[in-house]
């Protein structure tokens, strides 16, 4: 993650997002499909309360399946719109349109009862930094909108990005911070790339993902690195793999940092397969 956020960061990057949604008719918050609450702002709920949302699994492409449909499943019975996507090839974002229009057909009813013209729906997309907002927005506009980088304080003119005739996007999306207080949501964050390494300790990010993998992904995690068996505790693994894959310093020690390093891009290179790290089962038990 590119931001350091502090008080006033948040402060201003909350200011910015209500700005924007006193423009739309629609939110969709974007978070990602392998960490869907981790990956949200803590305070989401609250800020875009005065506008309908729908809450978009981006990343579906590299989550369980099968946990992703859960989460589907969760939110389904939670009354709140969502989707699962892919904004890199472009999966499920027909369906966009499609269930804002629904969402909002009231809405446009009423306008239209009133005499008003029709006119697209307008959208804001809401994310946290690395959710993959930027290659939707993308995506949707099908061109390369340049970037605006995550700078809460950057103000730039609003401009609007047609996707076909009916939706309208905000080109710069609203920025939020994550729930970064919390350490496993942290872990989590970092786990899959959406947090840069050097902000939290690289070792303990992994102790987490192989503990992780052990309970969850077992097969997958001795497919990928090798291993006939896997040992109780996460410190004879983490010496297994460094020593599968030469992670070896002079004196024959285990080079800790270098096997945290690689295991960690293999997970987020989908090379143990496509991972969720969170599970409603587990968010309701928290
Ligand atoms: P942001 O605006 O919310 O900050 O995120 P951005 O679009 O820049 O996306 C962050 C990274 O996530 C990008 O990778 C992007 O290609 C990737 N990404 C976005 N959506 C999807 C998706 O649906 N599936 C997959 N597989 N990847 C997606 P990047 O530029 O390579 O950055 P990084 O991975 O090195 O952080």
Same mark, same amino acid.
């Given at each position: 993650m590119t931001i350091q956020w502090f008080p006033g960061h948040m402060a201003k990057a909350r200011r910015q997002v209500t700005e924007k949604l006193k423009?739309?008719?629609i939110v969709f918050e974007l978070v990602d499909a392998r960490i869907p609450m981790s990956s949200r702002n803590p305070m989401i709920d609250e800020i875009v309360s005065s506008k309908p949302r729908i809450v978009l699994l981006n990343k579906a492409d590299k989550a369980d399946d099968a946990i992703t449909k859960q989460w589907l499943e969760f939110f389904k019975e939670k009354g709140i719109p969502a989707l699962a996507i892919d904004a890199q090839t472009g999966t499920g974002l027909k369906q966009i349109t499609a269930l804002s229009k629904v969402l909002l057909k009231e809405k446009f009813d009423k306008m239209a009862s009133k005499g008003i013209k029709p006119r697209a729906i307008r959208a804001l997309i809401i994310g946290i930094p690395n959710v993959g907002k930027s290659t939707l927005i993308n995506r949707l506009a099908k061109k390369n909108i340049t970037k605006t980088g995550d700078r809460p304080g950057v103000t730039t003119a609003q401009q609007w990005v047609k996707v076909g005739q009916e939706l309208e996007l905000l080109d710069t999306p609203g920025i939020l911070w994550p729930k970064f207080e919390d350490q496993l949501v942290g872990f989590k964050l970092a786990t899959t790339g $959406?947090?840069?390494? $050097?902000?939290?300790?690289l070792q303990e990010v992994t102790v987490f993902a192989l503990n992780f993998l052990k309970e969850h992904y077992p097969k997958r995690l001795m497919g990928r690195f090798h291993l006939d068996e896997l040992p109780d505790e996460v410190v004879p693994l983490f010496d297994e793999i460094g020593k599968k894959r030469g992670c070896i310093m002079p004196?024959?020690?285990?080079d800790y940092d270098k096997t945290s390093e690689l295991v960690l891009r293999e997970i987020r290179a989908d090379k143990l397969g496509r991972l969720s790290f969170e599970t409603p089962k587990q968010f309701i038990e928290q």
């Open positions: 423009l739309i008719d $959406a947090i840069k390494d $050097a902000i939290l300790n004196g024959g020690y285990i």
